[in-house]
């Protein structure tokens, strides 16, 4: 079972435009990951907010995170044709690293 | 720093007959996981190794799934007899310790059973 429910299940913008991706989850977590997957390839971490944490940046992206709706937003600023992928939320919880995914939002960067 | 290794990279069966992965982590990485990924979907675990023992396969359909990690480094996930259903994408990841955050992916084994 999937943990994680990204919302939109797809995203089409044009380059330069900021895209916005959100995560919900249903148990309590110890942190709350986000991959990127290209097409045909394996998963990237690209960032990882615990959950006593409620904003954390990385270059372009930004992450937030509220424990209290148990849910957490991904946004790529300044989009590139680069970022089209598929992106993933992932829940770890108390104990050992496992990750539950969710099913990912699609992301289409047009030039 | 190489990354995960996986081979082959698409396989295609007819159902009934046998498969199988072969998976290397990066070098040092103690935790080695087996995930399934379904189509639009995001990866399931399947098996986590730590070393040589597996210690979550609770997702492993034991009647036709088996996995080893001999000397706790390379892995085989294997599939016998494969079903239709087991097309998918079977992912390997590893990180360096059990309690380590992030995972480091393979680029996946596409298999399509006919």
């Known amino acids: 079972s999937q943990q994680g429910e990204e919302d939109p299940q797809a995203l089409s913008i044009q380059e330069g435009e900021n895209a916005t991706m959100n995560c919900s989850y249903k148990?309590?977590?110890?942190?709350l990951q986000w991959y990127r997957q290209n097409s045909g390839r394996g998963l990237v971490h690209l960032i990882l907010i615990r959950s006593n944490e409620r904003e954390k940046h990385s270059g372009r992206l930004r992450v937030t995170l509220d424990t209290s709706k148990k849910s957490s937003s991904l946004l790529i600023t300044a989009s590139r044709a680069a970022d089209t992928a598929s992106y993933f939320c992932?829940?770890?919880?108390?104990?050992?690293?496992?990750?539950?995914f969710g099913a990912g939002t699609r992301l289409a960067v047009h030039p | 720093e190489a990354g995960v290794v996986q081979s082959p990279r698409y396989k295609i069966i007819e159902k009934k007959q046998p498969v199988a992965f072969w998976c290397n982590p990066i070098?040092?990485?103690?935790?080695l996981y087996w995930y399934l990924q379904n189509l639009g979907q995001g990866p399931e675990l399947l098996i986590r190794y730590e070393n040589e023992e597996a210690v979550d396969d609770s997702q492993l359909p034991k009647d036709r799934f088996s996995a080893e990690r001999l000397k706790g480094v390379d892995s085989t996930l294997k599939i016998q007899p494969a079903e239709l259903g087991d097309s998918a994408v079977y992912l390997c990841a590893s990180s360096p310790l059990r309690d380590y955050n992030e995972q480091f992916f393979g680029p996946g084994t596409r298999l399509t059973v006919l």
């Open positions: 070098s040092g990485h103690n935790t």
């Open positions: 148990t309590s977590i110890n942190n």
């Open positions: 992932a829940t770890s919880g108390r104990g050992y690293n496992k990750l539950i």
